[in-house]
Nanobody, 116 residues
Framework: QVRLQESGGGLVQPGGSLRLSCATS????????MAWYRQAPGNERELVAS???????NYADSVRGRFTVFRDYADNTVNLRMNSLKPEDTAVYYC??????????WGQGTQVTVSS
């Protein structure tokens, strides 16, 4: 059973910061490139940032320069540091492997709301 547990979301004002964390199963973390995805109301889930097993990061254009994704190899977590948050960043954020298939398991996600 894959474990994907996202945490760290909340309500923040525009320009603020949050750090999300995703706890995963050890083997799942070690063998997969990992990613953060988000889904806003009425929208499809989209890829936000990814990090390879070796730690190389990639970002969607909409978040590049504001978000940082990194792996913590000590506790098998994938983290997303989000700075300069905008209202359009409001969404439920999920972590999973990359690529992810249509039948793959998803965790509950964590809600991020950017509003004044």
């Amino acid at each position: 059973q894959v474990r994907l547990q996202e945490s760290g979301g909340g309500l923040v004002q525009p320009g603020g910061s949050l750090r999300l964390s995703c706890a995963t199963s050890g083997n799942f973390f070690q063998v997969n490139d990992m990613a953060w995805y988000r889904q806003a109301p009425g929208n499809e889930r989209e890829l936000v940032a990814s990090v390879t097993t070796g730690g190389r990061a990639n970002y969607a254009d909409s978040v590049r320069g504001r978000f940082t994704v990194f792996r913590d190899y000590a506790d098998n977590t994938v983290n997303l540091r989000m700075n300069s948050l905008k209202p359009e960043d409001t969404a439920v954020y999920y972590c999973n492997k990359l690529p992810v298939g249509p039948s793959d398991y998803w965790g509950q996600g964590t809600q991020v709301t950017v509003s004044s």
